[in-house]
């Protein structure tokens, strides 16, 4: 059964998101305020492609893996919403079906606004509209950079930048070695190559040749993450 609210961290995790943070604080209340929650087990089903849109969705704990199916049948996954991460608004602005399927990767927590609820809070706070258009245009600058990446940086420096961001957004601190941040979302490196749009045996040679180069370690429970100065110098020689 869902719990009725969130815990202590789900709520730090939502107000502490770079764009609900920016908003005002009864902003903030009214879309709380009619909020709530939904809990995931790891592969679960949030939102199906061609459903239509009844829902404004946040990330509060876990991942939301956002995915598609190719002719043959083969599930890719396009991206993950981490923690703080509000999404499916499109479908509501637009009135079409949502596009992609959404599923939990791992124990996930999800806090809802209904698309009514959605459109009242829109017609109450103006302020809301060039929010949302702050929001959308992040995504859209997300978008062509990722783009610009695909077409310029070999692969070696896309691992560089996708890992980096994991660490912003899942690193945990190594108790054994305070230089060394563990990244907490447990990715296959199948899921890591089609992040990158690359074959899994091409990432792994990457990551193996990182390994050596004492930048990452490669373990059993995911990938640690040894020397951030050195992704970030590999980044930068390909620019």
């Known amino acids: 059964m869902d719990e009725p609210i ?9 107000n502490a998101g770079r764009w609900f943070s920016s908003l005002s604080p009864s902003l903030k209340h009214d879309i709380l305020r009619c909020a709530y ?3 995931y087990k790891d592969g679960e089903l949030i939102a ?10 946040a990330c509060a704990r876990g991942a939301v893996r956002v995915s598609s199916t190719s002719i043959s049948g083969k599930q890719i996954t396009l ?15 637009d009135g079409d079906r949502r596009t992609h ?10 806090l809802c606004v209904a698309k009514a609820d959605f459109r ?29 990446d695909l077409n310029t940086l070999p692969l070696r420096a896309r691992l560089a930048k996708q890992l980096l961001h994991l660490v912003r957004s899942y690193g945990v601190p190594s108790l054994s070695d305070g230089s060394e941040v563990r990244i907490g979302l447990q990715l ?3 899921e890591l190559a089609q992040l990158l749009g690359a074959s899994r045996q091409r990432v792994n040679q990457e990551l193996k040749a990182m390994e050596r180069e004492e930048v990452i ?16 110098h590999i980044i930068d020689a390909d620019v």
């Open 6 to 14: 969130l815990t202590i961290d789900e709520r730090t995790a939502i």
């Open 37 to 39: 929650v939904k809990r």
């Open 48 to 57: 199906a492609r061609g459903e239509p849109p009844e829902e404004w969705i």
């Open 79 to 93: 991206t993950y919403v981490e923690p703080g991460i509000w999404f499916g608004d499109v479908a509501i602005f």
């Open 101 to 110: 399927d959404a599923y939990a990767h791992g124990d996930t927590t999800i």
């Open 120 to 148: 009242k809070i829109l017609a109450n706070h103006v302020e809301l509209y060039e929010a949302m258009l702050r929001l959308h245009a992040r995504r859209i600058r997300q978008l062509y950079g990722l783009v610009e």
């Open 188 to 190: 296959a490196q199948e």
């Open 217 to 232: 370690r490669i373990e059993p429970g995911g990938l640690v993450i040894r020397d951030r100065a050195a992704l970030m």
